[in-house]
């Protein structure tokens, strides 16, 4: 099972969308921004596109979903929490839910209800892979609207850390400077919200508002 970064962005925009494809079929994770880069590996390679797992439902993460499930026939997965959160509609959309396998060719897929940034968002645990969308950052966490979204955020990381393996793999939506694809044991000791485990504690940290800048986590 291999594991492709596209770089893509939309101005100050940068996101990172992945291909996990194995035996020439594949799964493409928040396709966004530029089609052709993705579309062009899918074809140079002679990969079969199988389905897409959403993270969630912000722009910068479905933007390019609907054309793929358009050209490619292929369905659309996001937890059922998120679409009915933001009222969320797809081409060939496919709601699941909390740990509910999905099986796609040879894939067997795990999806990880982990809301704090968003109500439904939603990590995919594929063998020693995670794509955790804007859920778990390698240097940090998503970015929380209100105290009670921190306070969901801190639950789904609790449950993140205690559930995956130390080697796991962990891809997000974005970089802050570190390249994606370090284990759970790098983030257990270099994510500081992996090492905070009290909840009012995480909550005024991620909440605090003398950040440098939205995207600062330190
Ligand atoms: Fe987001």
Not at 67 to 91: H, K, Q, R, T, W
Request: charged fraction near 15%; charge should be negative; include cysteine.
């Amino acid at each position: 099972m291999e594991v492709k970064v596209f770089l893509v962005s939309n101005g100050k925009m940068k996101n990172q969308c992945y291909l996990i494809y194995d035996h020439q079929m594949g799964i493409l994770i928040d396709p966004a921004w530029d089609y052709e880069l993705i579309n062009n590996f899918l074809l140079e390679n002679q990969i079969i596109l199988k389905g897409i797992l959403l993270t969630h439902s912000h722009p910068d993460h479905v933007n390019l979903a609907p054309i793929f499930a358009a050209d490619y026939g292929v369905p659309v997965y996001m937890s059922a929490a998120e679409i009915e959160a933001y009222n969320f509609s797809c081409l060939n959309l496919v709601p699941v839910q909390h740990l509910e396998e999905i099986v796609i060719g040879d894939f067997v897929i795990n999806p990880l209800v982990t809301p704090g940034h968003t109500l439904g968002s939603t990590c995919y645990q594929i063998g020693s892979h995670c794509f955790t969308g804007d859920t778990v950052f390698i240097e940090g966490v998503g970015e929380c609207k209100s105290i009670k979204a921190a306070e969901l955020l801190f639950d789904s990381i609790q449950f993140f850390r205690n559930y995956l393996p130390k080697y796991a793999l962990i891809w997000p939506g974005h970089s802050f400077g570190i390249t994606t694809g370090k284990d759970m044991d790098y983030l257990l000791s270099n994510n500081l919200y992996f090492q905070i485990d009290q909840k009012e504690m995480f909550i005024s940290f991620r909440m605090r508002k003398n950040r440098p800048n939205p995207l600062a986590f330190h």
